[in-house]
């Protein structure tokens, strides 16, 4: 008998990534297979921590109109961010909702 955990490892981590997993709705395919929502993402540009899948932070996101913050990155993770990046970043959220 096959266990359903065992299916479907994340080409990164080795974690499954199959149904009843709790990785399976955000799994993103690869060559090789499949990775996991946490392996997928973004590491930091700043301290090089692996950001889960879609919650990097973005010069837009900070109101900015560049496509770099001013120390040259581009993806970074929330405690990462300057005080004034993290000031417009918590601005900009705020006028979204």
């Known amino acids: ?9 994340c080409v990164y ?4 990534t199959a149904f009843g997993s709790g990785r399976f709705v955000n799994r993103i395919p690869s060559d090789e297979g499949w990775g996991c929502a946490d392996c997928t993402g973004y590491e930091c540009d700043r301290c090089d921590k692996q ?15 560049t496509e ?12 990462c961010l300057t005080a004034h990046e993290s000031s417009q ?9």
């Open 1 to 9: 008998m096959t266990d359903k955990h065992t299916e479907d490892l």
């Open 13 to 16: 981590c080795g974690n499954s």
């Open 51 to 65: 950001i889960y899948l879609d919650a990097e932070i973005t010069p837009d996101q900070c109101g900015m109109d």
């Open 68 to 79: 770099e913050f001013s120390d040259g990155n581009r993806h970074v993770c929330e405690s």
């Open 89 to 97: 970043y918590h601005s900009e959220s705020e006028s979204i909702i």
